[in-house]
């Protein structure tokens, strides 16, 4: 049952995530890409890491793709141009390279799959407790530099979009 | 598909999840990002294909640390989505700087970090037509006659060199 679930929410990942590279609405891409959140976030309950699967919903779904709507809905093409483009163009070079990518990835994986067998004690617990205990003793440091990370990116963000600094 | 009779499922010893398959996944959809991000001439899109692939790392830190037994991959995972918030928040802001010089998406465009006259902007301007350099426009850029000279020099220097 888990697997057959893990292969729905494989199949529904992989096939949004084409679909979301080759609209040529920047819009539906989003929104395809939304799709592909979901996704993943059901695959990350099935490898039972709970804390991830919320945080990918809450974080990815939620801000990051609102973040991403609102710029496209202010940068993007109108409609009617948009229906005067043809179908969005690949370049070959770039497929050939992810082609290439793909085929060494996969070639890997293949060769050590016997490797790839879940630790004995059954993994660790990716509840909320676990995580946070381990975010705020081992890594506590790191969780600190990372807000100032975040208020270096909103200043970043912030001064680069200003139109004039005065 | 015979793949599903797993010999580590029988015995008893791994997650219901195949680890393989979940890294398998992740491969692929790091390369259909891969594909958007080398392919696609549109810079949001490229964006949103970054995040594809932020998102394929994440699938196989998570898988790596059900094989390890160690929550540290988790963990990693939190703040790996930590930085793509701040990247992308960043490089939206340059997308929304570079549109209001350049007054388009397309990434063949972002070439130039200097500033290039395209006449006046106006700001906001939602409802302007992009300017593409190919663009008949008349907001009054001084180097419209530009490739009609870059044009006439190289044909005067093979001139120079048949005579």
Redo the contacts between chains.
């Keep these: ?3 057959v679930l ?2 729905c929410f ?1 199949a529904v ?2 096939a949004s ?2 679909i ?2 080759s ?2 609405n ?1 819009v539906a ?2 929104l395809w ?1 939304v799709l ?2 979901f996704a ?1 976030a059901g ?2 309950v ?4 709970w ?2 699967a919320v ?2 919903i809450l ?2 779904a939620g ?2 793709m609102v ?2 709507l609102f ?2 809905m ?4 109108r409609s009617e ?1 948009l229906a005067m483009m043809g179908a ?8 050939l ?3 290439l ?2 085929a060494v ?2 070639f890997v ?2 060769n050590t ?1 016997e ?12 509840d909320a407790g ?2 946070g205990y ?2 705020f003793h081992r ?1 506590v440091l ?1 969780f600190e530099v ?1 807000s100032v ?2 208020l ?3 200043l ?3 001064i ?2 200003k ?1 004039r600094l005065t | 598909m015979s793949a599903l009779l797993d010999p580590m499922a029988a015995a008893g010893l791994a997650t219901a999840v195949p680890l393989d398959r979940a890294v398998l996944l992740a491969a692929v959809l790091f390369a259909i990002g891969l594909a958007g991000v080398t392919s696609r001439r549109n810079v949001l899109i490229v964006l949103l294909s970054v995040e594809i692939m932020l998102n394929a790392a994440n699938l196989a830190l998570v898988a790596f640390s059900k094989v390890h037994g160690d929550p540290t991959g988790q963990i990693f995972v939190f703040f790996a989505m930590t930085v793509a918030a701040a990247e992308v928040a960043v490089g939206l802001a340059i997308v929304i700087a570079v549109y209001r010089l350049r007054r388009t998406t397309d990434v063949g465009e972002f070439a130039a970090l200097h500033e290039v006259d395209y006449g006046p902007v106006p700001y906001p301007q939602l409802e302007g037509k992009p300017v593409h350099h190919h663009a008949d426009s008349d907001d009054g850029h001084e180097h419209g006659g530009a490739p009609a000279d870059g044009s006439a020099e190289p044909a005067a220097a093979g001139e120079e060199a048949h005579g």
């Design positions: 049952m888990t697997e893990f292969y494989a990942a992989v995530a084409v979301a590279i609209r040529k920047a891409s989003a890409l592909m959140f993943l695959t990350y099935l490898l039972e890491a804390f991830v945080i990918q974080v990815y801000a990051i973040l991403f710029v496209i202010l940068v993007d093409l141009e969005p163009r690949f370049r070959w070079p770039g497929l390279t992810s082609a990518f793909l990835a996969v994986v293949l799959r490797t790839f067998q879940a630790a004995a004690e059954g993994g660790p617990d990716g676990t995580i381990w975010l890594w790191a990372t990370l975040l270096g990116g909103m970043g963000a912030v680069l979009t139109r």
